[in-house]
């Protein structure tokens, strides 16, 4: 069998997504990874040993676009860079100085959900899957060409958790089968333009927007509280002034529609307490709250 040539790679990375990910390029004798370049104000400590455990130099800097970063990974010769949950934005000379470019792994099927929190605003829109994306780099936010794209399905028992695991995986799974693409001269870029014309991006979720808002549907309190589990800030509202955390609401299926208070508790059980919504009720199961909750307590936005 003739012996694949091996592709050189420059991987800049952070977190969970990158170690994925590392291991498996590392497991493949024909990519190899020249060296690896942390986020500048945390380096990722684990990624700092995977490095020296493999043997591969370990790189920080506050500017990547600088002349003096330049030069130092130009001396490395790589044939393609990598992006993996990296913090800084490449600029047009980083990004062409490998033979195939620099591409960048992102967690939503562009030209669909660019930009930030989008395994949340999956979750929150009530999509019925996911999508992850490999793609070349340009100096737009996720709008280069897709090079690979995988979709998983969302069902009701998905939350952000479930969707993060997954995407851990499947990162890991289409960034390698765009480097062997690449490698092998097997790749088909596609414009983002030709699945749609405009596209849609989702801004950063910031501190505040954690606040549940109880006049919503069911269905839309249900796809929040969901969405911003752990390891999420989890949705929070205030009782009698004294804020709670909920990690978890039900669907109640059979209950009826019907005119009233939004944020009100109209029933409580074992384990569980029911709040009036836009359109009907839902179930809160899973919760931090220091006061017993009791029927016709009102819920609040704000203290």
Excluded at 6 to 28: M, N, Q
Excluded at 138 to 166: A, F, H, K, M, W
Aim: hydrophobic letters at 35%; one cysteine or more.
């Amino acid at each position: 069998m003739e012996q694949q040539e091996l592709v050189r790679i420059g991987y800049f990375a952070d977190g969970p997504w990158a170690h994925r990910a590392l291991e498996k390029i590392t497991s493949d004798d024909s990519k190899r990874i020249e060296f690896i370049c942390a986020r500048y104000d945390r380096p990722d400590q684990i990624l700092k040993e995977m490095a020296k455990s493999r043997n591969i130099p370990f790189l920080t800097h506050p500017k990547i676009n600088s002349k003096d970063f330049l030069s130092q990974v130009q001396a490395y010769g790589c044939d393609l860079f990598v992006s993996m949950s990296f913090n800084q934005i490449f600029r047009k000379e980083l990004i062409e100085m490998p033979a195939f470019k620099t591409i960048n792994c992102h967690a939503g099927k562009l030209p669909f959900y660019r930009g930030r929190n989008i395994l949340n605003w999956v979750l929150i829109n009530d999509e019925k899957e996911f999508g992850v994306t490999a793609h070349f780099m340009d100096e737009g936010i996720d709008t280069g060409d897709i090079l690979v794209q995988e979709c998983l399905p969302i069902s009701d028992l998905d939350n952000y958790r479930t969707l993060l695991e997954q995407a851990y995986v499947l990162c890991a799974e289409v960034v390698y089968k765009a480097i062997d693409q690449l490698q092998k001269g097997l790749a088909k870029p596609r414009h983002q333009s030709e699945i749609h014309p405009v596209g849609m991006y989702c801004c950063a979720r910031q501190e505040g927007d954690e606040i549940l808002n109880w006049e919503q549907t069911s269905r839309e309190i249900f796809n929040f509280v969901r969405a911003i589990c752990s390891p999420g800030p989890q949705a929070r509202s205030f009782l009698n002034g004294i804020e709670m955390q909920i990690e978890r609401v039900e669907l109640i299926h059979e209950s009826p529609k019907y005119l009233g208070i939004p944020g009100v508790v109209v029933g409580k059980g074992l384990g569980y307490f029911i709040v009036k919504s836009l359109d009907s009720t839902v179930r809160v199961t899973d919760w931090n709250f220091t006061n017993e909750v009791r029927i016709g307590d009102r819920f609040k936005q704000h203290q």
